[in-house]
């Protein structure tokens, strides 16, 4: 166990494990979209996100430059941000379904379900909505479209069956180091999970349940009034750029020596993080234009979502 209060922003002083990223794919880039979205969402969402401090490094001495120090996502990790007593207690799955505790056989009879019944009967979706937390999954699809997250497959979610809390299964937003990417700010991933033949790389992984809740209209209803919210609040393109800044202020007085001792430049590095703030201030209109293109939406849908574009 380590004992220290590693991340200002919890409460937490104990941990089983941490984690020091380097910002994965976008280590040599903007070096922060992980943290951007997670820290984002962590505010409007019941989503369990890791938290995240920066911290330079140095081995022996040594200078490594800068790191991401974040909650490692294992059954320790949703335990004590859940106030589960008991890990061991936990079903974690990951990707198409594939357990890291516990075991996906529950899991993938609710899926079965979802591909032979219609979620658009009320009996049927009541049935779902025992098993899984729909609006904690709405609020992960909604992240996750918005972000324009290429790299969908890195997918965890879990449940807690020792009676504590309701048992279902609610999922896990991490691992967004392909969001925010200049070139998919116009990409269509409503589309994408929408796709019968599935999302992410190589379209493995199913788009089952998004497909089904959708066909629910008391659901497609809520989820349109929600992602207007979050495009009015937690993506509010104003509030994005503010956080991009929070962030790059914080990093800005570490890059020269960074970038000195590893490779590339100061004005490379901003560059990248110049590329994320024109991903927020052009995001929001395209979503809208997506959200109108794939799912048949009232004049007064219509409406709401383009309200909320800056």
């Not at 922060?32 to 490094?57: H, N």
């Amino acid at each position: 166990m380590l004992e220290y209060p590693f991340i200002d922003s919890l409460d937490f002083t104990e941990y089983k494990s941490i984690v020091l990223r380097n910002g994965g794919n976008d280590g040599t880039m903007a070096k922060m979209r992980d943290i951007i979205c997670t820290s984002l969402v962590k505010e409007t969402t019941d989503l369990d996100i890791a938290g995240y401090q920066t911290y330079v490094a140095y081995l022996n001495g040594e200078y490594w430059g800068t790191y991401h120090l974040r909650e490692k996502i294992n059954k320790y990790f949703i335990a004590q941000n859940n106030g589960l007593s008991d890990p061991d207690n936990i079903d974690l799955l990951v990707g198409t379904g594939t357990a890291l505790v516990g075991d996906n056989s529950d899991y993938k009879k609710m899926i079965e379900f979802m591909e032979n019944n219609s979620l658009a009967d009320q009996d049927n979706f009541d049935y779902i909505a025992s098993l899984m937390d729909v609006d904690n999954f709405m609020d992960y699809i909604i992240c996750e479209i918005w972000s324009s997250n290429s790299d969908t497959g890195n997918i965890k979610y879990w449940r807690d069956k020792s009676g504590t809390t309701d048992g279902k299964w609610r999922w896990i937003y991490y691992d967004l180091d392909w969001a925010l990417w200049p070139s998919y700010v116009d990409s269509d991933r409503v589309e994408r999970q929408l796709d019968p033949d599935g999302h992410g790389v190589g379209s493995m992984y199913p788009t089952t349940i998004f497909r089904s809740l959708i066909k629910n209209e008391a659901w497609k209803d809520k989820f349109i009034e929600r992602f207007a919210y979050h495009l009015e609040n937690t993506f509010n393109s104003e509030k994005v750029v503010a956080r991009i800044d929070e962030i790059y202020n914080s990093m800005k007085g570490e890059m020269e020596a960074e970038r000195e001792e590893f490779g590339g430049t100061v004005a490379n590095w901003e560059s990248h993080v110049e590329k994320l703030r024109e991903f927020a201030k052009n995001r929001n209109k395209y979503v809208v234009q997506h959200l109108e293109n794939n799912l048949s939406l009232t004049t007064e849908q219509k409406q709401m979502l383009e309200d909320t574009i800056d």
